[in-house]
């Protein structure tokens, strides 16, 4: 039997913008069970509810992770509305609906890149990021901010969005869209990609669904889970269909990831020219008393919020409970017997986001 | 909207692993648990089928109760009763992964075990009461 | 010695930020700002950087880490302290497990506003690294010639 071995993998990983930090226990260049210790992005969020008053919160929740920022917004703001009893002007929830799809696909568009980048093919991480710019772009014209953009606020958006720019943007959309064709086709039929996804991560659709997987993770597995179909938003008016794969591998994920970047074009094709007339906003009074959880998709998966207000502008509890928290136990399952070599790319198909898990 | 339906019922804690067989009887999974520092520590566990949600709320007086762990049942609640041992200091017992309290670091142990200061900050005596204005 | 000038190297490193600035400071070095274009690389290794560029408040954590770089970075180096969080704490000031701004654990010497912090200006922070930089090394070139004279000339007393 051979020795075994512990590798720390991070806090600083060339692969990974952010400091995760991983024990692997190695037995002949196979990983026999990893480690994950967290606290390095632990910042406490949540107990700032009681310092930070429920409307002036939403800048803290888009600040729990930059990259899905506005869902988290969003989602927090569902929530607090929820428990008030308020309902958002029609015009507010299809702007709403725009924003988190634009979001999805900048997310995805960036993970591709990274993956990209996980095994070595420099180049067309650079191809996915200058793509990326492009829906930026569309972001930043809309709501003046490039990442964190802070167009969610408690009983509808901080910004209308003027209605010629609306009908400007398919145009952009589209244009993004064909050269997206391009790289995805590499990703599709690539040979040196497939050798690197392929049959690695295996993750089954018992250990998925058990282990509460989330999001493209389950459904690279077979199940057919997507919070969308719950129609918070304007989600109720929009059909939209799950993306399943079976294959539960590396590929698999990969592949629902590169779906779902099409679908989310074609929701907004149809968003885009549907948006209503009317206001924005709406006025908030009193404060939020009672509680409630909203339940989102992130482009990382399914994401819970849970708000306990006590009629003071103070809520009581705040909790965010992110996808990649909930990706954790199949991460580390998926990490066992599997080879050192292929842990940064499984490592990466979570579409780990530690800030979210951190808080 | 077609959103699933939430409820709400509460249990003992001797009861738990009970319910949460029930629940995976009945094919739900784990969505999430949430502890909540209020007076007492409140814990929400939410199970999740379609068109249902299902939370299970369980209430104990002080952090020195030792919850049963039900990471025997659902594999992948360690992750969250790892955090809230680290987080608010309360234990469970027969966790299939204990970490020890290594999962989340912290500066200070256990940091939301304090109670909030919510009621601390009042609203300020020139501002009207919030509660007044919707009559 | 204008080598030096025209190709420094930058290390990044996530303090404990939202991830905001993390994705910006990578949208630097791509296609539409492309950073490399100045010669600078991002590189992984404390020892062959130049410019440390961290995004994100200082925790418990962090600090030993952040420490280190600092001290493996060899003379002359600058600090670029990017976004809000990393300049003074930002929106998690008040939080538990905050300790600050970056300088609360090394000198900083520039600090770029923003949250997230714009491409745009964390380019301009790194240029004005780069006069940082010159600056630095020209003052140490100085001081070096300045404290050199001493030894040599108590020398040939004896
Ligand atoms: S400055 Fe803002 S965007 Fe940057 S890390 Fe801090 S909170 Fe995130």
Redesign the interface.
């Known amino acids: 039997m051979a020795n075994r071995t512990v590798i720390p993998f991070g ?2 990983h ?1 692969v990974l ?3 995760i930090h991983l024990d692997l226990v190695i037995e002949d260049e196979h990983v026999v069970e990893a480690i994950p210790s967290f ?7 949540e ?2 509810v009681e ?1 930070k008053d429920f409307t002036e919160f939403t ?2 929740a888009e ?5 899905c ?1 506005y869902i988290h917004g969003m989602g927090y703001c569902q929530a607090v509305e929820t428990v008030m009893g308020l309902e958002i002007p029609e015009r507010a929830k299809w702007l709403r609906t725009m924003w988190s799809e634009l979001s999805r696909i900048h997310s995805h568009m ?1 993970w591709l ?1 990274l993956l990209a980048d996980a095994f070595g093919f420099e180049n067309l ?2 191809a996915c ?2 793509l990326r ?1 492009g829906i930026l772009d569309v972001i930043e014209e809309t709501s003046g ?4 953009f802070g167009a969610a606020k408690v009983g509808g958006c901080r910004r209308d969005v003027p209605d010629d720019l609306l009908a400007r943007i398919p145009a952009q959309l589209n244009a993004v869209e064909d050269e997206l064709r391009a790289i995805t086709n590499v990703f599709r039929d690539d040979f040196s990609v497939r050798q690197r996804l392929c049959g690695v991560g295996l993750l089954s659709r018992n250990d998925a669904y058990d282990l509460g997987a989330v999001g493209p993770m389950l459904r690279a597995s077979g199940v057919a889970q997507d919070s969308r179909l719950d129609g918070y938003a304007a989600y109720d008016k929009i059909a939209v269909e799950p993306i399943v794969e079976e294959s539960g591998d590396c590929w698999g994920r990969t592949m629902v990831r590169i779906r779902e970047i099409y679908q989310s074009f074609d929701i907004l094709r149809h968003v885009l020219p549907n948006v209503p007339p009317g206001p924005v906003d709406m006025k908030i009074t009193g404060a939020p008393k009672g509680e409630f959880f909203a339940r989102l998709e992130q482009p990382r998966g399914e994401v819970i919020y849970y708000v306990k207000g006590n009629g003071t502008k103070f809520l009581d509890r705040f909790r965010v409970r992110t996808p990649t928290f909930a990706n954790i136990p199949p991460l580390l399952k998926m990490l066992q017997g599997c080879q050192l070599a292929d842990v940064p790319v499984i490592v990466l198909t979570i579409d780990p ?1 530690i ?1 979210c898990a951190e808080r | 909207m077609n959103a699933p339906a939430q409820t709400y019922s509460e249990i003992a804690p001797e009861r738990l692993l009970e319910a949460a067989n029930a629940q995976r009887a009945a094919g739900s999974r784990l969505v999430q648990i949430c502890c909540s520092r209020l007076q007492h520590f409140e814990l929400l566990y939410s199970f999740s089928r379609p068109h249902t949600i299902e939370h299970l709320r369980i209430c104990i007086p002080d952090s020195r109760v030792a919850l049963p762990s039900i990471s025997s049942i659902y594999g992948g609640s360690f992750a969250y009763e790892n955090e809230i041992h680290d987080l608010y200091g309360i234990t469970f017992t027969g966790m299939n992964v204990d970490y020890q309290g290594h999962f989340f ?4 142990p256990a ?1 939301m075990a304090v109670p909030p200061v919510c009621a601390a900050p009042a609203p300020k005596p020139n501002k009207p009461q919030p509660q007044k204005e919707p009559t | 010695m204008n080598l030096f000038r025209k190709s420094p190297w930058i290390i ?3 303090g ?12 630097c070095l ?3 700002y492309d950073v490399e274009r100045l010669g600078i690389i991002n590189t ?1 290794n404390p020892k062959h950087a130049d410019i440390l560029l961290i995004t ?1 408040y200082i ?4 600090q030993p ?1 952040v420490r280190t770089i600092y001290e493996q970075m060899p003379d002359p180096k600058v600090v670029v302290a990017v976004g809000i969080c990393a300049s003074s704490g930002g ?2 000031r ?6 600050g701004g970056v300088d609360s654990t090394i000198p900083v010497d520039i600090y770029v506003p923003g ?2 912090a ?2 745009e200006s964390i380019m301009d922070g790194v240029v004005q690294a780069l006069d940082l930089l010159e600056r630095k090394r020209k003052e140490k070139k100085t001081r070096r010639r300045a404290i050199a004279p001493t030894p040599t000339s108590e020398v040939p007393t004896p």
Not at chain 1, 39 to 45: A, K, M, Q
Not at chain 3, 16 to 27: M, P, R, T
Request: net charge positive; glycine share 10%; proline share 9%.
């Open positions: 806090p600083q060339p913008p952010e400091p606290g390095f992005i632990h910042r406490g969020l107990k700032l310092k800048f803290i600040r729990i992770c930059g990259i920022s960036m890149g991480f650079m990021w200058r710019e901010g490039r990442v964190i986001c800030s | 670091r912290t500066a200070i940091p | 990044h490193y996530d404990a930020s939202c991830n905001g600035c993390d994705i910006e400071v990578l949208a791509t296609p539409r992984g994100g925790n418990e954590q962090s880490v929106i998690f008040d939080c538990y497990n905050t300790k949250c997230a714009r491409p």
